[in-house]
């Protein structure tokens, strides 16, 4: 049994690794990588934006060199021509905008003339600046220097936390939390992406074996039971050969992109989570992905042609739409009631729970529970699923999922 268990699990992954739609599935999400990583140089060669050419007309009492300071997007200059003299230049596009800066009511007012509508960034950015050259003022007007000005601003508070309900896990830094959310958000990303993909892959799979009556000459001398694990097993080795390939190029790419600077920002929140958080990671998404597998074979099982599998699909692939967008929703705040319900469901705890856990401070025993619940569930399915599949591996029928479930129990009852 094991011997024609591990030759259908080898032939599954043979052909499924060698397919092009995963070869092409794996280099999209390889090309999606890397043009993320190197947006910056990719958007140079298609857009050639230079340097807002920003002049400055200062008609106040205050320093505004020091406030006003050039970048890579906006160079600032401040000419010592009339206002009128440099408006006539806007046409000439010597100048991109022309800012006047004046005192009004014991208030900073700014005037932004352009000759072309700046972008919306544009206009952020420059507002932006005057903003805080608003605030030096007000500060300036208690007769301090622009330097005292800026110290007060810029002064940070050194915070610290103490828990002191030792219940409850030791309360988590401001900076911890929101690894603990970029992380999660980037696990949930994950998730979602592998359901959606292997899902579909595991549910035609087996939908068109039986559409094309090969499961039935297979069934000769496989049974059912070892015929529905080696689709699993198979299709999970599948999914993490693919997880393999796409994070070892993208660790590859951080560490070799600008001398590794890209590296460090992801070492600096990693060095934020602890292990408990990596190994709880690791346990919800494989236990997620086998989950939704179990389901997706149970599913094509139920069809009697490939054209059938994405009916069947609809519900699992809501499900995990739902947890998705759950987890989105826990980004902006990670302590509603919908995330602590969603964190238990079995079908949506893998993508929710890890956002609880790096950007909450939750009692040790709740990501237990939620962990045991999940694993409860895949044992659970596993075995329904696989007395079900007997049942329903041969059975072909018409009609919508329900009918199809009754149809299986009555012919096999």
């Keep these: 049994m094991l011997n024609k268990l591990w030759i259908l699990i080898k032939q599954l992954y043979k052909q499924k690794v060698r397919a092009k739609s995963f070869i092409l599935m794996t280099l999209l999400y390889v090309a999606i990588i890397a043009v993320i990583m190197f947006w910056s140089e990719i958007k140079g060669i298609f857009v050639n934006e230079e340097a807002l050419e920003i002049a400055l007309v200062n008609e106040t009492s205050i320093e505004l060199d020091p406030i006003f300071v050039s970048n890579e997007d906006i160079a600032f200059s401040f000419p010592t021509e009339p206002a009128d003299t440099l408006y006539n230049q806007l046409e000439d596009e010597k100048f991109d905008a022309v800012v006047v800066v004046t005192e009004e009511n014991e208030k900073l007012k700014a005037d932004i003339a352009t000759y072309v509508p700046l972008k919306l960034n544009d206009q952020s950015t ?12 007000g500060i300036q007007q208690l007769n301090l220097t622009a330097s005292e000005a800026d110290k007060i601003l810029n002064s940070e508070a050194i915070i610290t936390n103490t828990n002191l309900n030792e219940s409850v896990a030791d309360g988590k830094s401001e900076d911890q939390k929101q690894s603990g959310i970029w992380a999660s958000y980037f696990v949930g990303i994950v998730i979602y992406f592998f359901i959606m993909a292997f899902l579909s892959m595991i549910t035609t799979d087996v939908a068109s074996e039986k559409g094309s009556r090969a499961l039935e000459m297979l069934l000769v001398s496989v049974k059912p039971g070892t015929h529905f694990q080696s689709k699993i097993i198979g299709t999970t080795l599948l999914a ?12 590859v790419l951080l560490r070799v992109t600008d001398d590794g600077a890209k590296w460090e920002m992801v070492e600096a929140i990693l060095n934020e989570l602890s292990y408990s958080y990596v190994f709880y990671v690791i346990a919800f998404l494989f236990l997620t992905i086998v989950l939704f597998l179990i389901i997706g074979a149970l599913f094509g099982s139920l069809v009697s042609k490939v054209e059938e599998a994405s009916q ?3 519900p699992g692939i809501m499900i995990a739409l739902v947890g998705f967008y759950v987890m989105i929703s826990g980004v902006a705040n990670p302590d509603t009631l919908l995330i602590k319900v969603f964190s238990y469901i079995p079908l ?9 856990i790096g950007a909450t401070d939750i009692a040790a025993i709740e990501p237990m529970i939620s962990l045991a619940v999940l694993i409860i569930t895949v044992l659970g399915a596993y075995i329904i699923s696989l007395s079900f599949y007997k049942r329903s591996v041969l059975t072909y029928s018409s009609g919508g999922v329900i009918q199809k479930i009754k149809t299986v129990f009555k012919v096999t009852t």
């Excluded at 507002?127 to 605030?135: E, H, L, M, R």
Aim: hydrophobic fraction near 55%; glycine fraction near 8%; aromatic fraction near 20%.
């Design 126 to 137: 420059i507002s932006s600046f005057v903003q805080y050259a608003g605030k030096i003022y």
């Design 240 to 251: 993490l050969t693919q997880f393999v390939i796409i994070f070892g190029f993208l660790y």
């Design 312 to 314: 069947v699909m609809t």
């Design 348 to 356: 949506t705890s893998g993508m929710v729970m890890p956002l609880r």
